[in-house]
């Protein structure tokens, strides 16, 4: 059983800066890639970033992209969300989720939710003056 735990979340003031850390788990992890999703209360899960844990190819949407990065250390089985440059408009809980190959090109396009197995619980992200 795969099994993700998300930490980093916190109150940032804006123009501040976070990291996400994902520690993934309870399977040979060789052929995964880790996505990043966002939630705010009566809103769909969207997808922010996505990685390889194999090669590190990614993906980081549009509206983030330059302020945020995804990284990972895949002998720690572990992904990175890099926050910088945090607006009011960020908060929300953040939750990174596994999904197993083959995944093709993760670098194409947005992660979305149905592609991903397995889900951590969840980190909260304020960013408030």
């Known amino acids: 059983q795969v099994q993700l735990v998300e930490s980093g979340g916190g109150l940032v003031q804006p123009g501040g800066s976070l990291r996400l850390t994902c520690e993934v788990s309870?399977?040979?992890?060789?052929?995964?890639?880790i996505g990043w999703f966002r939630q705010v209360p009566g809103k769909d899960r969207d997808g922010v970033a996505c990685?390889?844990?194999?090669?590190?190819?990614?993906y980081v949407r549009s509206n983030v992209k330059g302020r945020f990065t995804i990284s990972r250390d895949s002998y720690k089985n572990t992904a990175y969300l890099q926050m910088d440059g945090l607006k009011f408009e960020d908060t929300s809980v953040y939750y990174c989720?596994?999904?197993?190959?083959?995944?093709?090109?993760?670098?194409?396009?947005?992660?979305?939710?149905?592609?991903?197995?397995?889900w951590g619980q969840g980190t909260q992200v304020t960013v408030s003056s």
């Open positions: 309870g399977a040979d992890l060789g052929d995964y890639a």
């Open positions: 990685i390889s844990l194999t090669d590190g190819s990614n």
């Open positions: 989720a596994a999904r197993p190959g083959p995944f093709g090109d993760i670098s194409i396009g947005v992660p979305m939710e149905y592609d991903y197995d397995y």
